[in-house]
């Protein structure tokens, strides 16, 4: 008897819409949330009152960001689960492996956003005055950005894990499309 051939590039296709939909809105959910958590008792007053100015306009321009940027790598995101979901073995973990590919993803759409940020300051500094530029500086600088920055990576991380249990859950899968054919006849 010989096995159907198990399906790959639909789950994967599949897997990929799933994280690029899930991710960035469950990430947008939680940023603000994770950054108040993150932060010194004196800033995350500061920051919070972020999150409660004009909490519905907040909020849309907080998803429409979120999907602007995070929708690249939370499909990327979701082809690298479905490639590890595909090679890895039966008992491999596969929900925590998503949360280290969002994160990891996420820390290098930090890196991208940070270096747009460095050029930024770099024009300002020459292009409109010093002041302006070390206004930038020590706004976006120190320990807030270093919290935004784990913010980011931490909603990352869990929308990643979060998709994966979505996937799970609805079984969309390609566990074991790479595994090699067992051999006929024997």
């Known amino acids: 008897m010989s096995q159907p051939p198990r399906r790959f590039f639909l789950p994967t296709i599949g897997l990929t819409l799933l994280f690029a939909a899930l991710g960035p809105a469950i990430g947008a959910a939680l940023f603000v949330a994770i950054a108040v958590a993150l932060e010194t008792p004196a800033a995350a007053q500061a920051v919070g009152?972020?999150?409660s100015l004009a909490p519905s306009f907040a909020r849309t321009i907080a998803l429409v960001l979120a999907y602007a940027l995070g929708a690249g790598p939370a499909a990327a995101t979701g082809f690298l689960y479905a490639l590890w979901d595909a090679a890895a073995p039966a008992g491999a973990p596969r929900s925590l492996v998503a949360a280290l590919i969002g994160g990891a993803m996420t820390y290098c759409l930090f890196l991208w956003l940070a270096s747009l940020g460095a050029s930024f300051e770099a024009t300002i500094w020459t292009d409109a005055?010093?002041?302006?530029?070390?206004?930038a500086?020590?706004?976006?600088?120190?320990?807030l950005g270093a919290t935004l920055r784990h913010?980011?990576?931490?909603?990352?991380?869990?929308?990643?894990?979060?998709?994966?249990?979505?996937?799970?859950l609805i079984g969309l899968t390609t566990r074991g499309a790479l595994a090699p054919?067992?051999?006929e006849g024997g």
């Open 181 to 183: 054919a067992p051999p």
């Open 129 to 135: 005055s010093p002041a302006a530029g070390r206004w």
């Open 49 to 51: 009152h972020f999150g």
């Open 151 to 168: 913010a980011l990576v931490a909603c990352g991380a869990v929308a990643g894990l979060v998709s994966a249990m979505a996937a799970n």
């Open 137 to 143: 500086k020590a706004a976006f600088s120190g320990e």
